[in-house]
Nanobody, 124 residues
Framework: QVQLVESGGGLVQPGGSLRLSCAAS????????MGWFRQAPGKERVLVAA????????YYADSVKGRFTISKDNAKNTLYLQMNSLKPDDTAVYYC?????????????????WGQGTQVTVSS
């Protein structure tokens, strides 16, 4: 069992930056693939970025490529999402998720555990 708690969301102006964190509890965090999803009002939840268990492989949605960076600190049981050059379209609730596998997972159904989400609002 893994419990996930996101933090770091908030209100930021266009062009600004935020770093989201996802603290995981559980004994085998290092063996999990992880992902960040987001859900805007009235829209489905979509994958933003994913990372395999070692952190050596990553995936980014086209909409965030070059602006967002996903990373994983297994020693701290923490997943991060560095978000730069934020745009109003990035406004959403951001969720972290964990999958009981070591490989990269890019489908929503592939994840087994979810956090409660943190709101990110990009507005002037």
């Amino acid at each position: 069992q893994v419990q996930l708690v996101e933090s770091g969301g908030g209100l930021v102006q266009p062009g600004g930056s935020l770093r989201l964190s996802c603290a995981a509890s559980g004994r085998t965090f290092s063996n999990y693939a992880m992902g960040w999803f987001r859900q805007a009002p009235g829209k489905e939840r979509v994958l933003v970025a994913a990372i395999n268990w070692t952190g050596g492989r990553t995936y980014y949605a086209d909409s965030v490529k070059g602006r967002f960076t996903i990373s994983k600190d297994n020693a701290k049981n923490t997943l991060y999402l560095q978000m730069n050059s934020l745009k109003p379209d990035d406004t959403a609730v951001y969720y972290c998720a964990a999958a009981r596998t070591t490989v990269l997972i890019i489908t929503t159904s592939g994840y087994d555990y979810w956090g409660q989400g943190t709101q990110v609002t990009v507005s002037s």
